[in-house]
C-alpha cells in the first residue's frame, strides 16, 4: 500500500484529505506544520506528499525544496489558493509534481495522484545510453541535457524546448514522455505552423458531425487524442493569436469544446511546447500572448546546435549510417577520417537533420563501402555560417524588387534540394512557418 504524507494546519481539510486518502486504497499519514513534516520525513519513507502553501511555520515552496534536497524520488503536490497560478508555477519550477486549486475537485485529486504514484523509480544521477536511446552523445551539453530530461520528466510541469531547427527538440520531448509516468499514454506531436489556420479549432478540439461544410462525421482532436499522456506543441509561435486565446483556456480549465458541440469534454494531457523561435521577443513584439507563453515556459530546456556539440558527430554518424544502411538496404558503410574530419568542422545550420540529409545522399551516391569526403558534397560557404546560395548579379535596368527576388528564389530552391523538397523540413530550416513557405514558393511560381 502507497504512504501519501498529507500536510496541512487546517484540522477539518487534513481529516477530509485523510478520509479521502484512505478511501482510496492509500494510507495517509497527517503533519501540521513543516518542522512535523521534515520529522516524519526522516522516520520513513513515503510515496508521495500533498501540501497546503499556506503554514504557521513557512510557506509549503520551503517543504517542496526540502524534499527535492534530501528525498528527491518523492514527488509533490501543491495545494493552492483559488486563482494562485503565479505561486503553483513556483512550486514546479523548484519541483513540485503538479498543483490543486482549492476547492479540490475529487476526481482531479484521484487523476493527479494515480499519476504521480505511476512515476518509475528514480533513476541514477549517471545517465546510460539504454534509458535515452535516441538521444545520442556524450559531450558536456548533452550530458547537462539529459539529465534536465531525467528531472522534468517527473513532473506534471509544461516545459518549454527552445533550440535551433533540426537540433532535436521533438527527440528530446519525446524522451521526457517515455521518462515520465505518462508514458503507456499516447504522445501526440503537432506542428502548429503547417495548419491551416481556417482549421485549426477543429484539429486542435475535434468537431461534431454537421458541424461545418463536409463534416459528415464527428471527428476527435488533438487533445483528446493525446488524453492521458502528452501533447506536443512543435513551433508553437506560429500559433495566430486567436487560436493561442483558445489554447490558454484549453491548458488553464483542462477543457476543450469540440467545434459544433453546446459542452465541454474534461481532458487530462501534460503540455510540452517547441519553437526555434525566441518567445520572450515574440511577446515583446506583440506575436505571442504573454499569459500563455507564462502557462507554456513553466521550464525551460536548450537544445544545443550541432556546431556546440561537435564531439558528438561521430556517435551520431555511427548511429545514423547504421539506421539508414538498414533501411536502404545498403552495404556495410564507413566514414573515412578526412570525411569526419570535415564534418567535424562543417558548420551545420540545419543542425542533425542536416546530418541525415547529407549521409543519405553520400550513402546513395558512394561508389564504394567508404564516404569520402567529395561524396559529402559540402558546401565552403556553410562552414563560415553564411547562406551557400550563389547570389546572382543584378541585372542592367533589373528592378531592385526583381533582384531581391532572384536571391530569395535561389535560397529557396537550394534549401529544397538539401531537404530533398521536403517543404516542412525546408520551412524549419529557414526559420519560417509553413504557410510562409507555401505563399513564398507560390508567389516565386516556384514548384
Keep these: 500500500m502507497s504512504h501519501i504524507l498529507i500536510v496541512d494546519d487546517e484540522p477539518d481539510i487534513l481529516e477530509l484529505l485523510s478520509m479521502t486518502i484512505e478511501r482510496l486504497g492509500f494510507h495517509g499519514h497527517t503533519a501540521c506544520s513543516i518542522a512535523d513534516a521534515q520529522h516524519q520525513l526522516s522516520q520513513q519513507s513515503f510515496d508521495l506528499c500533498l501540501t497546503d502553501m499556506r503554514l504557521p511555520d513557512g510557506s509549503g515552496l520551503d517543504l517542496v525544496t526540502h524534499i527535492q534536497n534530501q528525498y528527491e524520488a518523492t514527488p509533490v503536490i501543491v495545494i493552492t489558493a483559488y486563482g494562485s497560478v503565479d505561486v503553483a508555477i513556483e512550486a514546479m519550477k523548484l519541483g513540485a509534481f503538479d498543483f490543486l486549486a482549492k476547492p479540490i475537485e475529487l476526481e482531479k485529486l484521484k487523476s493527479v495522484i494515480k499519476t504521480a504514484l505511476n512515476l518509475t523509480p528514480l533513476p541514477s544521477t549517471q545517465i546510460n545510453t539504454d534509458e535515452l536511446p535516441n538521444i545520442i552523445g556524450q559531450s558536456n551539453v548533452i550530458t547537462t541535457l539529459k539529465n534536465q530530461i531525467k528531472k522534468v520528466a517527473r513532473s506534471h510541469a509544461p516545459v518549454f524546448i527552445h533550440g535551433e531547427s533540426g537540433s532535436g527538440k521533438e527527440l528530446v520531448a519525446r524522451a521526457i514522455h517515455q521518462l515520465g509516468p505518462r508514458s503507456e499514454f499516447p504522445f501526440i506531436a503537432v506542428n502548429c505552423g503547417a495548419i491551416p489556420s481556417e482549421l485549426m479549432e477543429s484539429e486542435f478540439f475535434g468537431h461534431k458531425k454537421g458541424a461545418f461544410t463536409g463534416a459528415t462525421q464527428s471527428k476527435e482532436g488533438f487533445f483528446q487524442a493525446a488524453n492521458g499522456g502528452t501533447l506536443f506543441l512543435d513551433e508553437v509561435a506560429d500559433l495566430p493569436l486567436s487560436m493561442q486565446v483558445k489554447l490558454l483556456r484549453a491548458i488553464q480549465e483542462s477543457v476543450i469544446r469540440p467545434v459544433g458541440s453546446e459542452t465541454e469534454e474534461k481532458v487530462d494531457v501534460r503540455i510540452l511546447s517547441a519553437s526555434h523561435k525566441n518567445l520572450q521577443q515574440e511577446v515583446a513584439q506583440q506575436n505571442f500572448r504573454e499569459d500563455l507563453f507564462y502557462r507554456l515556459d513553466v521550464i525551460n530546456l536548450q537544445v544545443p546546435s550541432l556546431r556546440e556539440r561537435a564531439d558528438d558527430i561521430p556517435l551520431l554518424c555511427e548511429h545514423i549510417i ?32 542536416e546530418l541525415e540529409n547529407i549521409l543519405q545522399r553520400a550513402i546513395t551516391l558512394s561508389d564504394g563501402n567508404t564516404i569520402e569526403v567529395s561524396d559529402l558534397a559540402l558546401k565552403p560557404q556553410a562552414k563560415r555560417g553564411k547562406s551557400s546560395s550563389s547570389i546572382p548579379t543584378l541585372q542592367a535596368g533589373q528592378s531592385l524588387e526583381a533582384y531581391l527576388e532572384d536571391i530569395e528564389r535561389n535560397i529557396l530552391k537550394e534549401t529544397l534540394e538539401q531537404c530533398r523538397w521536403n517543404k516542412t523540413a525546408a520551412a524549419e530550416q529557414l526559420g519560417m512557418s509553413f504557410r510562409s513557405m507555401r505563399y513564398r514558393l507560390k508567389k516565386l511560381d516556384i514548384e
Design 322 to 353: 547504421q539506421r539508414l544502411i538498414s533501411a536502404l538496404d545498403q552495404p556495410v558503410t564507413a566514414l573515412s577520417q578526412d570525411a569526419l574530419n570535415a564534418l567535424q568542422n562543417y558548420h551545420f545550420p540545419g543542425n542533425i537533420r
